[in-house]
Structures are given as structure tokens and as C-alpha cells.
């Protein structure tokens, strides 16, 4: 599992923009970490790297944003409010399957109350440190590669020097 340093709220935003760069349709990221860990700021930049005009903001209340008008549409979910039974009764696969949505880019911040997973997915971890900076933990579950390869080899080159 690759660890990369984020010294920042900015770093943390630009390895989004990068990564959004790079996903295709259907690639869903889950994303976990504590309160103020950074999932929101992830996504932000993820939102940019597709091409998203539109401020991007936690949808904590309301449980869905859906930005269609980048790259490929960005569908932000934020389950923190809700139990897994209540996460089920929303039918999340139908985003990640584009079953009543065009297949986009599903990024979910507390995906650990998901009751079930997709076959495929990029879980993203995220842990704030004491100086400001975060540590981001990457496991690619199932065959995808979600074309991040060069992308961790980058960064972590960055994070030697």
C-alpha cells in the first residue's frame, strides 16, 4: 500500500487535480480518515482535474453532490450522518454501475458505513498530522488500476526530496 505525504491543505489538493486527471468512468474512490483529515480537499482536487467549474463543497446534509459538467460527471457522496442500513436504502451502486446516472467519477468520504462494496475500487485513507500535513494511504481493490501507477510513482518521488 503506497503512503504519500501531503505537507499540506495545497499538496493535498494538486494529488486531487493530478488524480482526476487520470480516472476514467466508473472508477469509484472511497475515501476515510478522521474529521478534518482532508476527504473534502481530496475530492476538491479531484473536482478540478475533471474540469469542475462549480465550488465543491462536503454534502454532509445533504448526502449527494452531482457535478456533471467536467470531464466526466462527479457524483460526491458523504455518509458520516448515516447508519449502513441507511447508506443501502440509497442504492449507491446505481451511481457507481451508471445505472440512472451517466457513469462518472463516484468519490464517497465515509465509505466505512457502506454495507457492501463495489468489485472494483481505489480506497483512499487519509490521516492528519500534528504539523498540518497528511499521510495518504492508497489500495486499489480488484483488477482496476485506475491508470494511478505513474501517477504514486510521482508523487512518492516528490516525498523523498
Not at 57 to 81: A, C, K, M, Q, W
Not at 91 to 101: K, Q
Not at 112 to 135: C, M, V
Request: with cysteine; aromatic share 8%.
Amino acid at each position: 500500500m503506497p503512503l504519500i505525504y501531503l505537507p499540506d491543505a495545497e499538496a493535498t489538493q494538486q494529488w486531487g487535480k493530478a488524480l482526476g486527471q487520470v480516472l476514467k468512468a466508473g472508477s469509484v474512490l472511497l475515501l476515510s480518515g478522521d474529521l478534518g483529515s482532508g476527504k473534502t480537499t481530496l475530492v476538491q482536487g479531484i473536482a478540478m482535474g475533471l474540469g469542475v467549474t462549480d465550488p465543491v463543497v462536503s454534502p454532509t446534509f445533504t448526502l449527494i453532490n452531482e457535478y456533471p459538467e467536467g470531464r466526466l460527471p462527479l457524483y460526491h457522496l458523504d455518509l458520516y450522518r448515516l447508519s449502513p442500513q441507511e447508506a443501502a436504502e440509497l442504492y449507491l451502486e446505481n451511481y457507481w454501475l451508471g445505472l440512472e446516472v451517466p457513469l462518472g467519477i463516484v468519490a464517497i468520504e465515509w465509505a466505512e458505513r457502506l454495507p457492501y462494496l463495489p468489485s472494483n475500487y481505489l480506497q483512499l485513507h487519509l490521516t492528519h498530522q500534528a504539523d498540518s500535513s497528511r499521510k495518504l494511504a492508497i489500495s486499489i481493490i480488484g483488477t482496476d488500476d485506475f491508470g494511478i501507477d505513474n501517477l504514486t510513482d510521482c508523487f512518492l518521488e516528490l516525498e523523498k526530496t
